[in-house]
C-alpha cells in the first residue's frame, strides 16, 4: 500500500478514529500493530508471514540476548537476520556474478538463479532489528517484555518500508505508556503529510518524467540535455525520499509520536561528510555505529574503514555492480575530502560557500547517475553524455527549469515549517495558504501514482 | 524540541479546530466553485475542449477554422471580416472564430464536429488538411476509467464525485493557463492568440494590422473541385479520404457548406507530404466529401511570411488570412 494511493487513506483515517477513541494503551497498540499489518500485507500478503516471522524470532532472540548477553546469540540473530536480507535481496546478485565467472572459466556448472522477489522494506525493517539485537547486546536498551510493544516497534507502519530506521532506544520508550492527545503535534504532523505527499507527488513525480526521458536513451541527449536531465534525477530522488520521510514523521505525529527527520537540506552541503550528515541520516548513522565504529572507526584503518563502509552502504541500496561503484566513489571521496587542502582561506568566504555547495552538489549529482543507471555500461554512456565531447546545447523545457528553481528557492523555507512546530506556530492564514498550495499540489498531480524509489531498497 | 511533546492545552486544541475547519472551508468553497463553473474547468483540461468552451461563449460564429497549430497560427477571424468589409461588401459584419489547436488529430475532428455542428448560424467550416492533421495521434480528453476491479480503482471512481477531484487535470499548470482566457478574454478572441499577451491586448481592443500589398493572385491556392478524384490510393490513405469525407458529411447534412484547406508551407520545409504525395489525397477527398480543397502548401511564398519553415507568422497570417477571405466569398458567392 502506498502512502499516495485511496486504500491508504481508508485505512488511516478509520485507524486514527479507532486509536484515539480508546481509552486503553494496549488496545491502541493493538490498532497500530493491525493497521501496521494490513498495511504491509496490501502490498504482498505472503511478506506478512516473513514480517510476523522476524518479529517473533527477534523477541524471543532479544530476550535470550538481554538474559546471557552472549556473543554467540548475538551473531546467531544478526546472522539470521542478515541471511534472510541476503536471500531476498542479493542471492540472484551472486548467482548471476558467479554464473558468469564460471562461464568464463569454460566451466559447464551453473548456479541455479534463486526465484526470489523482494519483500517491500526489508533492508529497512533488517537494520533496524539488527541494530536492537547489537543494542541489547551492548546494554544499552533492555530487551522488550511485551511480545505486543515490539511487534510495533518493529513493524509501525508510517516507517515500515522505508524509513526512517528508528532505534529501539528512541522509541520503545514512546509505546510504554498512552501517549496523550497533543494537539500541535497533531496540527504539525497534518502539514507534514500533507506537504510530504506534495513533495512526492508535485515534486518528485513531475521530475521523474524528466528525468526518465533523460536515462532513457543518453545517447541522444546533448551536454545540456544530459546535465538537466540529472539535475531532474537529483532533485526527483531527493523529494521522493524526502516527501517520503517528512510523510512518515507526519503519520507518526498523528498517533502522538515522534520520528527522527531523515533529511537535513542535503544539496547544501558543503562537504561529502557534511552531505552524509544531511542525507538519509538515520541509515548514516547506522553504518556509523555498526559497521564504521566496529571496524575501528577514526581510531584506526580510517580510509580503509570509510571505504569499505561506504562501499556496503552502496550495496544495501541494490544488489548490482553500479550501487558498489556509487558506494565506493562516495567512499573514495569521502577519504580524499578528508585529505585534500581546502579551498584557498583568503577567498571571499562567501564565495567558498558558494563554490563548496556547488562542486559538492555537481559531485553527487555525478555520482547520481550510478545510482539511477540500469546498469554499469548506461550508467558510463550518461557519464559519456555529461562530461565528454561533442559537447552540445539544447532549449531546456521551461517547466523543468520553473520547477528546478522553484525547488532551488523553496526548499529551505519549506524545511523550516517541518522543524519543531513551525507550522502550527504560524498564523492561520499562512497555514491554510500553504496547506492549500501544497493541496494544489497533491491534486493536480496525483495522475502518475508512481513508486516510492526508496520502496525497491 | 521535538514535534511532538507534552500535552497541549485546549488553546491549541482550538487553534487545531479552526485550522481544519477553515481549510474545509476553504476547500466546499472551492468545490461549489469547480461545480458552479463546471463547463470551464473540464474545457480547461484538455485545449481542443478550451477551443470549444471558447467558440460557445462568441455570440455569434459565422465560419470557423479547424485544425492543427498551422491553422492555430496562421489564421486571423478579426482580419478576414476586415477582408470581408474591405473586398467583399456583402459578407460584411460576418464574425468567425479559429478553433484549430496544436497537435489537433482526425480523431479530434470526428470527436468535435458532434459539439460544433450544434452551433447554429455556421455558414461555412474550413478544415485544415495536412500531414499532422492525418497522421497525429488522438489525445484523448476523458482518461481512462478507473479499473474498478480492484479497491483503488472503486475509490477512484467514487472519489470522482468530488468535482475538484474529476477536474484536477485543469489545475496543471498548462491547463490552469487556460482558465483566464475561458473565463475573461474568451468574447474578445478571435482563437489564434495563445499567449497572454496576445490574448490580454485582444482583450484590450487591440486591433490586428492588415496585410501590407496584398497580391490576391500570388495568394490563390490550387483548387481541387469534387469531379478531380479518381486517383488510386493506398488502404490507408483510402480510409483516410473516408473518414475526412465523413466529418465534412456530418456539418453538410446540417447544412453548412464545408471546404478543405491545405496551408501555406515555406520552401525550406522537407519532408512536405502536403506538396508532394498528399496530392492524390486530396483530389479523393474533395471527390468523396463533395467539398472544394484549397490547397496553399505549394505557393512559392517569401520566408518572411513565416516563424518557422511550417507555421506562418504575424505577416503571413494576416495575408492567408485575407487570401481564405477570397476564397470564402467565392463559395460562397460573397453572401
Same mark, same amino acid.
Given at each position: 500500500m502506498l502512502f499516495n494511493s485511496l486504500a491508504f487513506l481508508v485505512l488511516l483515517v478509520p485507524a486514527l478514529a479507532l486509536y484515539w477513541s480508546l481509552p486503553w494503551h494496549r488496545a491502541r497498540l493493538g490498532v497500530l500493530f493491525v493497521a501496521s499489518l494490513l498495511f504491509y500485507s496490501a502490498h504482498h500478503w505472503p511478506s506478512a508471514f516473513l514480517l510476523l516471522g522476524t518479529i517473533g524470532f527477534n523477541h524471543v532472540a532479544g530476550r535470550l540476548q538481554d538474559r546471557h548477553r552472549s556473543r554467540i546469540l548475538l551473531a546467531v540473530a544478526v546472522c539470521v537476520n542478515l541471511s534472510l536480507l541476503f536471500w531476498f535481496k542479493y542471492a540472484a546478485f551472486v548467482a548471476d556474478n558467479v554464473n558468469a565467472l564460471l562461464g568464463l572459466a569454460g566451466a559447464s556448472l551453473a548456479v541455479p538463479r534463486p526465484p526470489v522477489f523482494l519483500p517491500l522494506g526489508i533492508s529497512f525493517f533488517t537494520f533496524q532489528v539488527v541494530a536492537y539485537q547489537v543494542d541489547v547486546h551492548r546494554g544499552e536498551v533492555r530487551a522488550e517484555p511485551s511480545l505486543l510493544r515490539f511487534a510495533v516497534f518493529k513493524?509501525?507502519? #508510517?516507517?515500515?518500508?522505508?524509513? #526512517?530506521?528508528?532505534r529501539a532506544h528512541y522509541f520503545l520508550p514512546q509505546l510504554q505508556a498512552k501517549r496523550p492527545f497533543d494537539a500541535a503535534g497533531f496540527h504539525q504532523g497534518l502539514w507534514l503529510v500533507l506537504a510530504g505527499m506534495a513533495l512526492k507527488i508535485g515534486v518528485a513525480d513531475v521530475l521523474a518524467q524528466f528525468a526518465d526521458e533523460a536515462f532513457r536513451s543518453p545517447g541522444s541527449l546533448t551536454t545540456v540535455g544530459a546535465w538537466t536531465g540529472l539535475y531532474a534525477y537529483a532533485v526527483q530522488l531527493l523529494a521522493d525520499f524526502w516527501g517520503y520521510s517528512t510523510t512518515a514523521v507526519g503519520l507518526a505525529a498523528l498517533f502522538g509520536f515522534h520520528l527522527p527527520f531523515n533529511f537535513d537540506l542535503p544539496y547544501l552541503a558543503q562537504g561529502i561528510q557534511e552531505f552524509w550528515r544531511r542525507w538519509h541520516i538515520t541509515l548514516s548513522v547506522w553504518f556509523r555505529d555498526y559497521l564504521y565504529i566496529p571496524l575501528g572507526g577514526n581510531r584506526r584503518h580510517r580510509d580503509l574503514n570509510l571505504l569499505a563502509t561506504m562501499t556496503v552502504a552502496g550495496l544495501w541500496h541494490g544488489a548490482g555492480w553500479n550501487f558498489l561503484l556509487w558506494g565506493f566513489g562516495h567512499g573514495l571521496w569521502l577519504v580524499l575530502e578528508r585529505h585534500a587542502p581546502g579551498l584557498p582561506a583568503q577567498w571571499n568566504p562567501r564565495l567558498r560557500t558558494v563554490l563548496k555547495t556547488v562542486l559538492v552538489f555537481h559531485g553527487v549529482c555525478l555520482l547520481w547517475v550510478l545510482f539511477r543507471a540500469p546498469s554499469t555500461s548506461d550508467a558510463l554512456a550518461y557519464l559519456g553524455r555529461l562530461l565528454l565531447p561533442p559537447y552540445g546545447t539544447s532549449a531546456v523545457p521551461g517547466a523543468l527549469s520553473g520547477w528546478l528553481l522553484a525547488f532551488l528557492l523553496l526548499q529551505k523555507p519549506l524545511d523550516w515549517t517541518f522543524r519543531e512546530r513551525r507550522f502550527a506556530g504560524l498564523r492561520l492564514p499562512a497555514q491554510w495558504g500553504l496547506s492549500l498550495a501544497a493541496g494544489y499540489l497533491i491534486l493536480a498531480y496525483a495522475g502518475a501514482r508512481i513508486d516510492f524509489i526508496y520502496f525497491t531498497f | 524540541m521535538s514535534i511532538v511533546a507534552a500535552p497541549t492545552a485546549n488553546p491549541y486544541r482550538r487553534r487545531l479546530a479552526a485550522f481544519v475547519a477553515g481549510l474545509a472551508v476553504l476547500l466546499v468553497a472551492l468545490e461549489l466553485a469547480v461545480r458552479r463553473w463546471e463547463p470551464l474547468f473540464e474545457a480547461a483540461s484538455h485545449r481542443a475542449l478550451t477551443k470549444v468552451a471558447m467558440c460557445e461563449r462568441h455570440e455569434r460564429v459565422d465560419f470557423l477554422f479547424l485544425g492543427t497549430s498551422r491553422t492555430q497560427d496562421g489564421v486571423s477571424p478579426a482580419l478576414v471580416s476586415r477582408a470581408f468589409e474591405e473586398r467583399h461588401p456583402g459578407l460584411s459584419g460576418l464574425r468567425g472564430f479559429n478553433a484549430a489547436f496544436t497537435s489537433s488529430s482526425l480523431d479530434a475532428l470526428e470527436a468535435l464536429a458532434g459539439r460544433l455542428l450544434?452551433?447554429?448560424?455556421?455558414r461555412i467550416v474550413v478544415l485544415e488538411l495536412s500531414d499532422p492533421q492525418r497522421v497525429n495521434p488522438a489525445t484523448p480528453w476523458t482518461g481512462a476509467p478507473p479499473d474498478t476491479r480492484t479497491l483503488e480503482g472503486r475509490l477512484a471512481e467514487t472519489a470522482r464525485e468530488i468535482r475538484l477531484v474529476r477536474h484536477r487535470s485543469a489545475f496543471l499548470s498548462d491547463n490552469l493557463a487556460r482558465l483566464p482566457a475561458l473565463l475573461l478574454f474568451a468574447p474578445a478572441?478571435?482563437?489564434?492568440?495563445?499567449?497572454g499577451g496576445e490574448q490580454i491586448g485582444a482583450w484590450l481592443g487591440r486591433r490586428e494590422k492588415p496585410p501590407v500589398d496584398f497580391d490576391a493572385d500570388r495568394w490563390r491556392p490550387a483548387v481541387l473541385a469534387p469531379g478531380d478524384g479518381g486517383k488510386a490510393l493506398s488502404e490507408e490513405d483510402s480510409k483516410t479520404a473516408d473518414r475526412f469525407a465523413s466529418v465534412a458529411r456530418k456539418y453538410r447534412e446540417r447544412g453548412i457548406p464545408v471546404v478543405f484547406a491545405s496551408p501555406p508551407l515555406s520552401a525550406e520545409w522537407s519532408p512536405a507530404p502536403e506538396r508532394d504525395s498528399m496530392k492524390p489525397l486530396f483530389a479523393e477527398i474533395a471527390a468523396r466529401s463533395g467539398c472544394e480543397v484549397w490547397d496553399f502548401s505549394s505557393l512559392p511564398l517569401d520566408r518572411r511570411f513565416f516563424r518557422n519553415p511550417s507555421h506562418l507568422g504575424t505577416e503571413g497570417r494576416a495575408h492567408y488570412s485575407y487570401a481564405l477571405a477570397a476564397e470564402i466569398a467565392r463559395v460562397t458567392g460573397g453572401r
Open positions: 513493524c509501525f507502519f #508510517p516507517q515500515l518500508i522505508a524509513g #526512517p530506521i528508528v | 450544434s452551433r447554429p448560424g455556421l478572441l478571435g482563437g489564434w492568440e495563445v499567449k
